[in-house]
């Protein structure tokens, strides 16, 4: 008469291919993790921008973090952003800095910090770390 069950071989073995598994699953689900966080920094950058371009239509220079969310505060809105904080210097009649600052759960992520710099209607974009592959053309 057989006995109904798994041998410790089996059992071995299965648990050997989940492992094998597990090691290359999970720093890709990492990386795709960290990859919508950046795509999260860049759309902020974005909105940024065009803020600061609606602000600079009815003034004279750009305008602050706090002119540009008020009427709430630059560090209420950099509260409700998780992964990245948002910062603006620079400031002067014909451009200004966005920098996107990681923190949290991101604060190590290959890729460093966003920035977004305007100068005479000319905008450059860059990391603070120089990493290639960062969808941040």
Same mark, same amino acid.
């Given at each position: 008469?057989?006995?109904?069950?798994?041998?410790?071989?089996?059992?071995?073995?299965?648990?050997?291919?989940?492992?094998?598994?597990?090691?290359?699953?999970?720093? +890709?689900? @990492?990386?795709?993790?960290?990859?919508?966080?950046?795509?999260? /920094?860049? #759309?902020?950058?974005?909105?940024?921008?065009? !803020?600061?371009?609606?602000?600079?239509?009815?003034?004279?220079?750009?305008?602050?973090?706090?002119?540009?969310?008020?009427?709430?505060?630059?560090?209420?809105?950099?509260?409700?952003?998780?992964?990245?904080?948002? +910062?603006? @210097?620079?400031?002067?009649?014909?451009?200004?800095?966005?920098? /996107?600052? #990681?923190?949290?759960?991101?604060?190590?992520? !290959?890729?460093?910090?966003?920035?977004?710099?305007?100068?005479?209607?000319?905008?450059?974009?860059?990391?603070?770390?120089?990493?290639?592959?960062?969808?941040?053309?």
């Amino acid at each position: 008469m057989r006995s109904k069950g798994f041998t410790l071989i089996e059992l071995m073995v299965t648990l050997a291919i989940v492992g094998i598994l597990a090691i290359i699953a999970i720093p +890709s689900f @990492t990386e795709q993790i960290a990859k919508s966080r950046r795509a999260e /920094a860049m #759309r902020i950058l974005g909105d940024m921008q065009l !803020r600061q371009e609606r602000w600079r239509s009815n003034h004279t220079e750009y305008g602050t973090c706090d002119e540009l969310v008020a009427p709430s505060t630059c560090t209420a809105y950099n509260a409700t952003i998780p992964h990245y904080s948002i +910062s603006i @210097t620079g400031i002067t009649p014909t451009g200004h800095t966005l920098t /996107a600052t #990681r923190k949290g759960a991101q604060s190590d992520d !290959r890729c460093g910090d966003f920035v977004l710099t305007v100068s005479n209607g000319v905008a450059s974009k860059s990391t603070s770390t120089g990493a290639a592959n960062c969808n941040w053309p």
